[in-house]
């Protein structure tokens, strides 16, 4: 079973102290810099603030905190920047899939509620379960990005949630 709560300070840092390697790479490639769990917590905390929802997801009996996910706000009216990151993916793999499905379910009535018509999130190319986790998430990959990272010798993936028209108003006659 999962669970998800608010952000909180010692939840959201027992997933950085155990964030999957290719999360952590990707991390780094983004930054350009080599990066410990605890500075890449400090910037998730501080950026996590701004946005409209930063939730900590946890597993099992004990709740044990296996991923963080937020969206922040791209100054753009109606699109938000999505951004998860989790424990070991082959360790908490059915979590992870359970997660996508419950975020893929409430997503289209948050969106609703929020105001949000497209949510935008990338990542790295070399990350082997990250796209196919946007995918069950209900993202569609848009484009390939090349030359990102210090050198220019990265690719990321751009993907997209978008919320479906309102159904219009049928006129009569």
Request: glycine fraction near 6%; aromatic fraction near 8%.
């Amino acid at each position: 079973m999962i669970r998800v709560h608010p952000f909180e300070d010692l939840a959201a840092m027992a997933v950085f102290s155990r964030l999957d390697v290719h999360d952590h790479i990707e991390a780094e490639l983004v930054r350009g810099a080599p990066y410990t769990a605890l500075g890449l917590f400090a910037e998730w905390r501080m950026a996590q603030a701004q946005g409209p929802v930063s939730l900590v997801a946890t597993t099992g009996p004990a709740a044990r905190p296996f991923a963080v996910f937020a969206l922040a706000n791209t100054g753009q009216a109606g699109v938000a920047e999505g951004a998860l990151l989790a424990a070991d993916h082959s360790r908490h793999r059915v979590a992870l899939a359970r997660l996508a499905i419950e975020i893929r379910r409430r997503m289209p009535a948050f969106a609703a509620e929020t105001g949000i018509n497209r949510i935008e999130a990338r990542c790295w190319a070399g990350h082997p379960s990250a796209a196919r986790l946007l995918s069950c998430m209900g993202f569609a990959h848009e484009a390939d990005l090349p030359r990102f990272g210090r050198a220019g010798d990265q690719t990321f993936r751009q993907f997209a949630w978008t919320r479906p028209a309102d159904p219009q108003p049928q006129q009569e006659p």
